[in-house]
């Protein structure tokens, strides 16, 4: 299965051929983005005979496909992961010394592929990694947004959006397919005919305005197994090659419509993290893609199938939360429609085809889509979408006579909205929550009508990561270190670091194991001075909350928290303390005020923390700006305490949590998400666990008797902190500046419960958790030994697991093998 063998002297050569070709430029005259893009035009080179070998193979195989559709996949970085996973990272790198050039500088050129958000768009991009190092048939299928995540700006401690203009330079890594254009039809009306003939209703949108989705292939390189999958993504243009209805012809008006749809509709992602804005805008992204992406799942499937009543077999459709659900609908429409299948046809291939991932139970993230405007925007959808309903309300009704309580709550379309998740559940055959405990909670409370109703439908799929980009090339130094010891299988088979294990004991391997993390903080550390300006001590304890910024993620408790902390200092000079740099890493949504006002309180913090002498450097507060996943990588590898503080019950996984561990920073969390998982791994001593627990709070929520004005009136030091946020302790040019914030704890003015988050609630049993954290790094063979358990048990976490998982439990698929001529 070796890959065909590097060849440096040719690799050098491409390299210059590309610089002249590309700019006219000898080496010594090309700036470091133009040899960055003649790097990689130079490795894609390397990857296009494998991705046409895989591409022949699949054909030759006819396996079937995952289509993964994703509004988001947030990639990172190209260069270093396609190297990577090639195995020519190290050949690259000694190639490209000898002529003069540093290979982190060439990387370091590349913008990030910013089209996600978060952890969900993180996870979509993990999973092409896996899939294609498993050897499974995928597709990806997503938009090629014009502007990715914003980038953040710090100014005056307080965010700033800047648009990022990711293919300024051009973005070598892409393949522009023209060949596969589709139309995607907007808004018109539905006219039926009557076929005597057939005895059918005929159903044509008629009026409406289209845009041309044209797809951008990039390649998703397998490790070391010459596999290369496709992420698809749809840039749309103006209909220029289509003609407009003949009746349209001259229709001058119409003709700048469409321009403008098409402009508009990819020009930028939403910028919100489990939060559902209900713009009409973002509707069409939807449809654009996801009409682009089912048409051309049917076109493939049937250049070599003619019975499209079969099409699951080759086909299965993963929706990422509820966005791309409108596919059950864009498929029924085709089958029906296009393909003149009956309903209970075409009902048959979709709800074999189509499954469906739940990520968070947020309810301001739940899709709701108007009526009006849904009907507006998609007539024929929607009709299809009101026969969805209409079966299944009947279906209700059967199963649970006279009960219209249930009908209430299940229906799809009610109260005057469509609901995306009661479509995807009705039509789909599998859904799926993203760790233990959340698919618990959504089959005992958010969608328990639905879990009675069809139990064999829900299942768990615990989240992973790749081992490839967050650890291999994200952590070298601990990398080379785990193949000295362990040999390098863990590459693809993360489980294997539990090997590591009998080393935890031996001072040496202790030794050398906090080595790498201090050397990894020292590589932070230099970052942090050239981009934020401030020193910090790499011998500092480094304790890292970096995530979207969200009220239930409680940022606000962390800095709460540190405020709690210089107090202490201040009040007790002479007290113990093991200095402390406490990062934060964030964005927060655009029209997210009451983020944004944190990341300013935690600036607000740092200025004051920072610049007192007094407390003789035990303390730093650092926000790291544009957290994005090219410095997480560094970030992660330089942690020592991971930061996983959500609500329980709130955050669905995270994932975060486990780039810490397997890099080897003990969790400091609460019981959410996969942070159950984690300490079930390494055990609970090997973590600092805090807080209420998931039922504590969803009882709270349900029978009330939460007070936190309770905890306000007998703790001296919450009570101290909290009148530190509205008597200008850090902010006095404006002493009301966190007015909000502090109400919004003690309840006054805001119309939801106070303190909705439970930081209160949790504040003494997190400070007590710092503490332990603060006597177990005292501890250093104690705490070394704690750091390499964590990486050693981190195995389950690999995204190759999950990736696994689903194939054997929801998509069936085969496992294909590709030889290099
Ligand atoms: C999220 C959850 O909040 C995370 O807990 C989970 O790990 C990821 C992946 O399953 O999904 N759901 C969600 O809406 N986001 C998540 O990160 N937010 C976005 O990235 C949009």
Known sequence: MATK???????????????????????????????????????????????????????????????????????????????????????????????????????DQEPDAALGNGGLGRLAACFLDSL???????????????????????????????????????????????EYAKEVKFGGYVRVEYDEKTGRNYYKQEGYQSVRAVPYDF??????????????????????????????????????EQENLARNIVEVLYPNDNHYAGKELR????????????????????????????????????????????????????????????????????????????HTIMAEALEKWPIELFSRLLPRVYQIIEEINRRFVAQIEAKYPGDFEKVRKMAIIFDGQVKMAHLAIAAGYSVNGVAQLHTEILKHQELKDFYEMMPEKFNNKTNGITQRRFLLHGNPLLASWITDHIGDEWITDLPQLSKLKVYVDDPKAQQEFMNIKYQNKVRLAKYIQEHNGIEVDPRSIFDVQVKRLHEYKRQLLNILHVMYLYNQIKDHPEMDFYPRTFIFGAKAAAGYRRAKLTIKLINSVADVINNDASIKNKLKVVFIE????????????????????????????????????????????????????????????????????????????????????????????????????????????????????????????????????????????????????????????????????????????????????????????????????
């Open 626 to 821: 544009d957290y994005r996943v090219s410095n997480a990588e560094w970030i992660f590898a330089a942690a020592d305490v991971s930061e996983q503080i959500s609500t329980a019950s709130k955050e669905a996984s995270g994932t975060g949590n486990m780039k810490f561990m397997l890099n080897g920073a003990p969790t400091l969390g609460t019981m959410d998400g996969a942070n159950v998982e984690i300490v079930e791994e390494v055990g609970k001593e090997n973590a600092f666990i805090f807080g209420l627990s998931a039922d504590e709070v969803i009882n709270y929520e349900q029978n009330g008797g939460y007070h936190p004005e309770n905890i306000f009136n007998s703790d001296q030091d919450i009570r101290r902190v909290l009148m530190q946020l509205i008597n200008g302790e850090y902010a006095p040019d404006d002493p009301e500046r966190f007015r909000e914030i502090y109400d919004s704890l003690l309840n006054t003015k805001s119309s939801d419960r106070a303190d909705t988050y439970f930081i209160l609630a949790d504040f003494r049993s997190y400070a007590d958790a710092q503490k332990r954290v603060e006597e177990a790094y005292r501890d250093e063979a104690g705490w070394a030994k704690m750091a390499m358990l964590n990486t050693a048990c981190s195995g389950k976490f690999t995204s190759d697991r999950t990736i696994q998982q689903y194939v054997d439990e929801i998509w069936h698929l085969k496992k294909e093998t590709v030889k290099v001529k």
């Open 132 to 178: 294609a190092t498993l050897g499974y048939p995928a597709y990806g299928c997503g938009i090629r947004y014009r502007y990715g995540m914003f980038k953040q700006k710090i100014e005056d401690g307080y965010q700033v959006e800047v648009p990022d203009n990711w293919l300024k330079d051009g973005n070598p890594f892409e393949l522009r397919r023209p």
């Open 283 to 358: 509707l069409k992204q939807q449809y654009f893609f996801i009409s682009a992406s089912v048409q051309e799942a049917v076109a493939k499937y049937k250049k070599n199938h003619d019975d499209i009543r079969k099409f699951y077999e080759k086909a299965t459709f993963q929706l990422n939360d509820t966005h791309p659900t409108v596919a059950v609908a864009e498929l029924m429409r085709i089958l029906l429609d296009e393909e003149g299948l009956t309903w209970d046809e075409a009902w048959e291939v979709t709800s074999k085809t189509c499954a469906y991932t739940n």
């Open 5 to 107: 063998k590097f060849n440096k002297k040719e690799f050098i050569r491409e390299v210059k051929a590309n610089v002249k070709a590309l700019y006219r430029k000898n080496l010594e005259e090309a700036t470091q983005q133009q040899l960055f893009q003649a790097v990689s035009y130079a490795v894609k080179d390397e990857i296009i005979e494998n991705w046409l070998a895989t591409q022949e193979q699949y054909e030759k195989d006819d396996p079937k496909y995952v289509y993964y559709m994703s509004m988001e996949f947030l990639m990172g970085r190209a260069l270093g992961n396609n190297m990577i996973n090639l195995t020519i990272y190290d050949d690259v790198k000694e190639a490209l010394e000898e002529i003069g050039l540093d290979i982190n500088v060439i990387e």
């Open 219 to 256: 390649p998703i390189v397998g490790y070391n197994n010459n596999i290369v999958n496709t992420l698809r993504i749809w840039d749309a243009e103006a209909i220029s090659e289509f003609q407009l209805d003949s009746f349209d012809k001259g229709d001058y008006r119409k003709a700048v």
